[in-house]
């Protein structure tokens, strides 16, 4: 068995990593999306149904709204319904896997969108675990919202369907205990209204002071209360996915139950149907964070690999040294496409343009001085409820457009040219949520009303090296990453300076080496542009993995898949997830749709592939709402004046 490194305490020693047995069983509205949350300068097919099979024996809930509280905690998947069409259980694990330093439990909330055919039928291709990214990023909600959009890319009707499966990671969501760093809600609320007062670093020059002290005060109070059996210090990736371990084998001994049950138990189940302990597969895709649970899982565990997508990919080591420098190879370039393709297109697809010849450069000036002028002169809105639209406002704007091109950058554009006229109405609509507060009943489900950071700031922390900066140190880093991007480096650097005042240290910790030969070769997938993982991540991390093999998209946005259609990329995805097959080396796949309109009809003609066309904007709805730091901006990312534009 290969040896894998963790680190225990402050030093690191070799473990064999072996999965722990546990006896087999034998039983077989939708969810309050997000409510309203202040932005934090923190830093995150039409397949045919078949009727003819019976449905399985799920628990019923009786509550008119679905509550996690209502569902009982158990060591197997015992689902219940839950939400419209889904399924939901609350799966019981060990607090700490390996140094035995704590008896307790943890409760991880699972949801399963059942597959469109019985487990029986030949063309079921089993379960896809899948994560949002973050870290902090809820499955549980992304599942909800992205799921008919990703079954979209990985189901086909002539060679598999799939179970989707995500979760809430340890301290996320519906998961208990949950991370929080303040006793309630009202506070952390107001604590996030008075960061989002803050603004971003250059908004002001006490700016950078004040937050750096608000980061001292939370991080320090936070660490302070983690007790030696403290949560906090359990919740590093690699008890993520060894947690993601235990939901592979929970689900293949939830599917031989449910064989046996459609079989009636007149015949055998079929040898790969049954649970099969120790040596089940997983099929998985993970997005943004999600590609470093990813490769994390797959370096502890490279025998136990199926179909494998990481996309978005992030630079391990820069992840684990807490530098957080390596996201931004190619923000510019994703940003210079924004005044590209205004000039492309001009008046009045792009709002912003000018009503006669319009150059890159153009548009480039109009959106600086747009934004700066509102440095010194914030823009006052006269309506129902007074708003003032700010400097920092705009750069939040823009840092969420950058997420998903194709889908924000018209409305953004729409907004900087309404406040060059002085009209703030509409951006006052969008920022209406982030500036309510909002009270929600503990009996209410789905992941927290407050997408808070103590959550990221726990996992990312503890997953880091330690961290010893001062302030003048600090000033230094962020005036690196903004010269490194200037449109979003300043905010970037934040995720630093929260893990300087943050220093819980988890007993348990991997640290490498992200690397193997596993069982399924791996597919890395990343964008030309993508402003926070750069598609050089996936041609660097690919090369630590035998044959894996990295798959490009020349476009823009986060995450390839969720980001911008391509038919190349989903026809590749999809044939990985049926049969396996990898694309060449080097493939490069166009994209059939451009920000501001414009795409290669000839290309999305293809009926196999209308619906994942259709789809493929819920799907990038529901990563900019509830994975990577864009799903702190929630308020933003889900509101729907901005996506209507």
């Known amino acids: 068995m290969a040896m894998i490194h963790f680190e225990k305490h402050d030093h690191e020693v070799e473990f064999e990593v072996r999965a722990t047995q546990q006896p087999r069983a034998a039983r077989a509205r939708r969810v309050l999306e997000y409510s309203a949350v202040a932005v934090l300068v923190w830093l995150g097919l039409s397949t045919p149904k078949l009727s003819s099979w019976s449905k399985p024996t799920i628990a019923a809930i009786e509550a008119k709204v679905f509550s996690w509280d209502d569902v009982a905690v158990k060591p197997i998947l015992d689902y219940v319904s839950c939400f419209d069409g889904y399924q939901c259980a609350r799966l019981e694990l060990p607090m700490d896997y390996w140094n035995s330093t704590t008896a307790a439990k943890i409760a991880l909330a699972v949801i399963r969108k059942p597959a469109e055919v019985p487990v029986t039928h030949p063309n079921y291709g089993g379960a896809i675990l899948t994560n ?15 799921s008919a959009g990703l079954r979209a890319v990985v189901d086909s009707e002539d060679a598999k369907y799939f179970d989707l499966i995500s979760f809430d990671p340890r301290g996320v969501g519906a998961t208990t205990p949950g991370l929080h760093c303040f006793q309630s809600r009202s506070a952390d609320w107001a604590w996030q209204l008075r960061l989002l007062e803050e603004g971003w670093f250059e908004s002001s020059d006490a700016a950078l002071g004040r937050i750096w002290s608000m980061s001292d005060a939370r991080g320090r109070s936070c660490s ?10 359990y919740v590093t990736t690699a008890s993520v996915a060894r947690d993601m371990l235990e939901i592979v084998e929970r689900h293949a001994e939830w599917r031989e139950i449910e064989a046996n049950r459609l079989a009636c138990r007149r015949k ?16 998985y895709i993970g997005f943004s964070y999600g590609t470093y649970l990813g490769q994390t899982f797959a370096a502890m565990y490279p025998n136990r690999i199926g179909r494998f997508v990481v996309d978005g990919v992030v630079d391990v080591l820069d992840y684990r040294k807490v530098l957080w420098t390596a996201n931004l190879v190619d923000t510019e370039k994703d940003m210079d496409l924004f005044y590209y393709h205004c000039a492309r297109v001009g008046y009045p697809a792009c709002a912003l343009a000018g009503e006669g010849h319009n150059t890159a450069s153009a548009v480039k000036g109009r959106t600086l001085n747009i934004t700066q002028s509102l440095l010194h002169n914030p823009l006052p809105v006269v309506g129902t409820n007074a708003e003032v639209i700010t400097y920092s406002d705009v750069r939040n704007l823009i840092f969420l457009a950058l997420y998903s091109p194709t889908r924000l950058f018209a409305p953004m554009a729409k907004l900087l040219a309404d406040i060059g006229k002085g009209d703030g109405t509409i951006f006052a609509l969008v920022l209406e949520a982030a500036h309510t507060y909002s009270c929600r009943s503990d009996k209410e489900s789905g992941g927290a009303s407050i997408i808070s950071r103590d959550p990221l700031q726990a996992i990312a922390c503890t997953d880091g090296d330690p961290q010893s900066m001062s302030r003048e140190e600090f000033e230094d880093y962020s005036a690196d990453l903004a010269q490194r991007s200037p449109t979003i480096g300043s905010f970037w650097s934040s995720v630093r300076m929260n893990c300087i005042h943050y220093d819980v240290r988890a007993p348990h910790r991997f640290v490498g080496p992200w690397q193997g030969n596993t069982s399924n070769p791996i597919l890395f997938i990343g964008n030309t542009a993508d402003p926070v993982t750069p598609g050089i991540n996936a041609i660097n991390m690919a090369k630590t993995f035998e044959g894996a093999v990295a798959l490009i998209q020349d476009g823009p946005g986060h995450c390839a898949v969720a980001s911008t259609y391509s038919r190349c990329t989903m026809g590749i995805v999809r044939e990985y997830f049926a049969s396996g097959k990898m694309p060449p080396a080097g493939t490069v796949c166009p994209v059939n749709e451009l920000p501001f309109g414009g795409s290669d009809e000839s290309m999305i003609e293809d009926a196999a592939f209308a619906t994942a066309k259709a789809l493929q904007p819920s799907l990038a709805d529901a990563l900019l709402a509830h994975g990577g730091f864009s799903g702190l901006l929630a308020a933003w990312s889900t509101d729907e004046t901005l996506r209507t534009l």
């Open 132 to 146: 949002p990214g973050g870290p902090g990023g809820s499955g549980v909600g992304f599942l909800q919202r992205g």
């Open 224 to 233: 302070k209360a983690a007790t030696d059996g403290d949560f906090r210090k």
């Open 268 to 283: 055998p189940v079929a040898e790969h149907l049954k649970h099969h302990h120790g040596k089940e597969k997983i099929n």
